[in-house]
């Protein structure tokens, strides 16, 4: 979700499972990322699980679709 090279301002809220930061880091970002917008205040419910699933499957230049 986190594009580019400067963002040391975010972090994660394990307990809210959403992405945090300051206002003014949010804003910065969203400014020249207009389709992020919607996760400043969204939670991701299933990121503990999906993580879980899909952390560790990579794909190889073989299997690679």
Do not use: C, P
Request: no cysteine.
């Amino acid at each position: 979700m986190l594009s580019g090279k400067d963002n040391s301002d975010f972090g994660w809220d394990e307990h809210r499972q959403l992405v945090v930061a300051k206002d003014v880091a949010w804003n910065s970002y969203i400014s020249s990322h207009k389709e992020t917008s919607q996760f400043k205040h969204r939670s991701f419910a299933y990121y503990d699980q999906l993580t879980a699933i899909y952390a560790k499957d990579r794909a190889t230049e073989k299997d690679a679709q």
